[in-house]
């Protein structure tokens, strides 16, 4: 802090100004020059060549070369000077403008990471708290980064923990919901998976019907085949047991008692079915275990 106070900073308070202040004055007898060769041109154009005039050509012709070349030099001199303050002018805004860039950079990078560091050390206090108020309601299976808390310098730290318990008060009321249901624990599995409880009841009640649908498909076609063996197995067993009830008995005689017998088989059937070979059983006198 004490190294900071000692230095001063540069003030940058003053308005940006450039303007020219005078197009410049150039002194010459270029003009001149230009309406003499003019006419010496028309000249030329209109006379008829001799030997005087051949010689007079030859001589004019070198001072016109002459008088081209000095022109030439002196518009070359004289716009490389008047060009000095423009380029001095042009390469000191051009290296001000890339100094601004960077200085502008430069803050904004220290600026970012001010605000940046600030956002952490609030987060880090939001964080601890929805981690306190989440232990307070006994769940275990929710971060704080599925929360989603909008972390900003604007927002006050009141907000942010009523966030923190709006999120975490739903979940609690989803824990009561699920309880209720019929498959909570396995409704609770897809719930930790997508914090969606109505997605979570839906899909897992889904499931069930679907493994019950199965299931009932799955009895009904064992059923369908046991019902066709039981019957070919009752009505032979019946066909058996009626020939044996039909057989003409013997008179017995006093000194001779009837043979008894044991007939032992198993029959499967219907419950109406083995209901009325009960009866027939009963009905007939017979002795059956």
Known sequence: MENQELIQKPVLDFEVKAEIKSLGIIEDNISEVKEKVVQL??????????EETMKQATEEKAKVNKFKSAVADYRKKIIAEYKKPIELFENTAKETEKILANTYDLINVQTEKY??????????????????YLQSKNIDFVTFEQANINITL?????????????????????????????????????YKQSLNVSQAITTVTNR??????????????????EM????????????????VMNKPLQTPTEEQQEEILTLKFTVKGTRTKLKALKEFLENGGYDYE
């Open 228 to 243: 066709n063996a039981n019957h070919e197995i009752s009505k032979r067993t019946y066909e058996e047991l009626e020939n």
């Open 115 to 132: 605000n940046n560091d600030k956002k952490e050390k609030i987060k880090e206090e939001i964080k601890q708290y929805f981690n306190e």
């Open 41 to 50: 041109n028309e000249y030329y154009k209109n006379i008829t060549f001799t």
């Open 154 to 190: 604007n927002a006050s730290k009141k907000s942010l923990q009523e966030q923190c318990r709006t999120f975490i008060d739903k979940i609690v009321d989803d824990l009561s919901l699920i309880e209720i249901q019929e498959h909570k624990a396995e409704i609770l599995v897809e």
């Open 208 to 225: 069930f019907k679907a493994i019950e649908e199965e299931k009932r498909k799955q009895e009904e076609k064992i059923v369908h085949i």
